[in-house]
């Protein structure tokens, strides 16, 4: 534990974290296993996070992640895409394509931030909608960072249902596109959201939470050549909305 840190809190706070890491439910003995913690210590935190409406406890006593936990999440999720939205700005300003910043939340991407373009035929995602990450090119960036072994339980978890007939079903595929999207730094949204729709989405590197920017447009406009030009401003504006992130966490 840091310096000054408080040791019950900090464990509390793990165990959320490690609850999370376990698909949002765990048995007491299981979160023991994972942490290392004495079972009547977790016994006594969890308790507490019970009462206090951040952990449930399902009629077959083992906990999950209490709703009170959306509300936080939420509002931490409008913060992160109210500092971010003059970034988006300046990439639609850039590009001239619609730009999303996008989180993982749980096993779901959440678009936390957009900036429409100008064009009367542009991409429009709802502020707040959730995907799944495989279907998505934000959602692939993230994956990408992540532990091969955390994404293939996530995807246990998940399923890989079709979005569309290009839409990446199968795990090992999907799992060996992150390994390309982790070389080039960047992912591609290939028709596989949206018929029509081609994205380009890059990671937060270096990011306190796991976080992907992308430009989003028809594919007849948003063409091959069209996405090389735009790749490095979309890089750029990744590395600065992950610079801005670190310094505020």
Not at 171 to 195: C, F, H, K, T, W
Not at 210 to 215: P, R
Request: charged share 25%; proline share 5%.
């Amino acid at each position: 534990m840091s310096s000054g840190g408080v040791q019950s809190l900090q464990r509390a706070f793990d165990l959320l974290e490690r609850l999370a890491d376990a698909g949002g439910e765990a048995s007491l003995s299981e979160l023991a296993t994972t942490s290392g913690l004495p079972l009547p210590t977790i016994h006594r935190l969890i308790r507490t996070l019970v009462t206090l409406g951040y952990v449930r406890q399902n009629s077959n006593r083992r906990y999950t992640l209490g709703s009170r936990l959306i509300r936080l999440g939420e509002s931490a999720s409008r913060q992160f895409g109210t500092w971010a939205r003059p970034f988006l700005m300046q990439l639609v300003d850039q590009v001239e394509e619609t730009a999303n910043l996008a989180v993982l939340d749980g096993d779901e991407v959440v678009y936390v931030a957009q900036v429409p373009s100008k064009h009367s035929m542009r991409m429009f995602t709802e502020v707040g909608r959730r995907l799944l990450p495989h279907g998505t090119g934000v959602g692939k960036a993230m994956l990408s960072q992540l532990p091969r072994d955390e994404v293939r339980a996530l995807l246990d978890r998940t399923g890989l249902p079709a979005y569309t007939p290009n839409t990446i079903t199968d795990a090992d595929e999907l799992l060996a596109s992150l390994d390309e999207i982790a070389e080039r730094g960047y992912a591609m949204d290939e028709n596989e959201q949206e018929l029509g729709v081609r994205c380009i989405a890059v990671p937060l590197i270096g990011a306190p939470t796991l976080a992907a920017v992308s430009v989003s447009g028809p594919e007849g406009r948003l063409t091959k050549d069209a996405v090389s030009r735009i790749l490095p401003e979309v890089l750029a504006i990744a590395k600065r909305l992950a610079d801005q992130a670190k310094a505020g966490s």
